[in-house]
């Protein structure tokens, strides 16, 4: 939709103005349609078996107004800033200042990543302190966990999506085979936690490797519907290959986590005992958020330093050009495979974490919406960025979160209402808003691997983002 | 006369029902640079797509031999082989930069193959072994004698896309020289350049064929550039070859100056008289 420039500062032309309202009027009539067969008429159980139509045309009436309403308001918000663009000139036309101050975005994510671990590591003496005793920290030690857990699985997924620019939906799938390989290893062999996490790592990456050969000679949205579909593929082994999976029902009683070999209880054999403290359930989740804050910084610690290498560097190049890296004789398959493959590792070291946490797997945990989660932080976060990727981690996890607290708004909104219901709502909306005001994620520069002189961040317009 | 580097025998691509080569054969020799000319979809960069192995031929043999006299195949290779084991590298008509990397970095991801094998296929780099920060240091220095070359040392941290049109032609040329190719294939390297940059151009190629010990295979429209620098010219018209020879052989050739100019024109003759300056130009299609 073309926008008429706004010469005047003040008083709108006539014409301008009849264009908007018409705009809005239209926006108001497409509510109408939409209200018509969903909300015009509401079926409620008549007197006897039969149901009545209860109209409600003063709702229609009431919605089709504040889409003129907002679509007016838009509109003329959006005028008023391009008049005040069209007289200072946008930054994308200037070309880019050599020696220019490092933008905000720069400086945050050269110190975002420490500030952020920093505020990882301390978080259970910080919850402990704000709540008064370390039994209340739990809700948010627990909170810690979850998120951590999602900043692994982003900071894996950010190898095969952000440097390789592969398009990857069915993350989960690595996810649910890390796992199961510890339910399994460890219910029927009887292995060991810390035995099992490397081997789900292996698995995960085996099948990242299996899945890899027949899948990567495809590009783009080929690519990202194969993936989709493995997910959902091995969701339905798991759900139907009862024998071995446990079915729908999953595996139960699966071992706790130990302290390298010491087991949390409370008899003398116990964590506690051997190090003579008193025995205190907290113990073991708190050492779960140092396990997976530990594995998640071997991520991110992993990938940086293969982001400095050869290896990595033929990811980045991979996302730029494949055909160029073909003519400078890089194997563009063992690389997109390297890639794929070791996202996938640690998406199963993330998922044998999962199990040793909860205890409990079943299918359920490994549906599409966790692969749409994971994709979702690595796309917000900025694709590449490690920072953006861990804050985008806090947000997605987080946010939704906050929402149970939010119980207040029942005042506002009638006692019927559920702020978690809203959920995928504010997730949509939150999307849509990136995609208008930060399209390339909340860090959107990139860091060059190697430099001669200063380091510094490469704008977001230059990189590219990978066509799978 | 020297030896053939490459050696194209009976080449012939056929894209479903349109013959873009037709049965063609040349030569390039060593420490040549060897012009490939020909109007506007004559079949030029389909035939360096043969070559560099993005299009397997439909016939013919394409023989690549090594100082030593090895021999490759380049029709069996796979795509990316051609460049590892072959030697061949290349340039593309619409530049195909790294653009979001920086300038260093396009010339390091060039030197991938020495690069992996320092870094132990990837173990031995993540342990940070020395060997590999030896071999790292040795591809940035290389990368840098590059930049020189070409005056881009200064920029040598900017994004790839950042650069000016000249300067980014200037860069493939490094990055893929950077691959130690034995054949460089540049297809039309001096599109969009200036009368300055073309003449830096040609004193650029001098160099990777006098001191590189690399023979050039170029695709150029440019008639300054090509008559200025090339050892031996093939003409490409349809797919098929009309001629082939030294520059002062391909100036005079009736059916070269009828292939540009189309025969029904009523004033060849009059441009022919032109002709020992500049053949008109083609135009650069993206
Ligand atoms: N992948 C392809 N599929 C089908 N036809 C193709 C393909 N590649 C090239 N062609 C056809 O082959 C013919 C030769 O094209 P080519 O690009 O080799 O010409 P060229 O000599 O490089 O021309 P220019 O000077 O314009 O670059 C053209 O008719 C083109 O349409
Ligand atoms: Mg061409």
Redesign the interface.
Known sequence: MARPAASTQGALPESVMGAILRDAALCALVALGLCLPLIAYRMDPGPGSDLVLVPRWGLVAILCAITFGVRLGQRLLLLRRDARRALTPAPAQAT?A?GGEPDAGQKVSKIGLKLFVAVALSLPVLATLATGDLGSARYWIDLGILILTYVMLGWGLNIVVGLAGLLDLGYVAFYAVGAYSYALLSTTFGLSFWVCLPLAGLFAGLWGMLLGFPVLRLRGDYLAIVTLAFGEIIRLVLINWTDVTGGAAGVSSIPRATFFGIPFTADEDGFAARFGLEFDSMHRVVFLYYLILVLALITNL?TL??RR???G??W??LR??E??????????TATKL?AFALGAAFGGIAGSFFAVRQGFISPESFTFLESAIILAIVVLGGMGSQFGVAIAAVAMVAGPEMLRNLGGLKAVFGEGFDPNEYRLLLFGLAMVAMMVWRPRGLISV?M?????????A??GA???EGHG | MAAPVLTVDHLTMRFGGLTAIADLSFEARRGDITALIGPNGAGKTTVFNCITGFYKPTEGMLTLTHEDGSEHLLERLPNHQVNRTARVARTFQNIRLFPGMTVLENLLVAQHKTLMRASGYTVLGLLGFKGFRDAQAAAVEKAKGWLTRIDLLARADEPAGSLPYGAQRRLEIARAMCTDPVLLCLDEPAAGLNPRESLELNALLRHIRDHEGTSVLLIEHDMSVVMEISDHIVVLDYGKKIADGTPEEIRTNPSVIAAYLGVEDEEVEAVEAEVGLSLPHEGHPA
């Open positions: 880019e050599v992993v330093r293969l290498l050869p290896i560097r033929a980045e190049a730029e050009d055909i160029a890296c073909r003519s400078l004789g890089i194997d563009t390297t990139r060059p691997s190697v430099t001669l002189g200063e380091r510094k490469i704008s230059h990189v590219s």
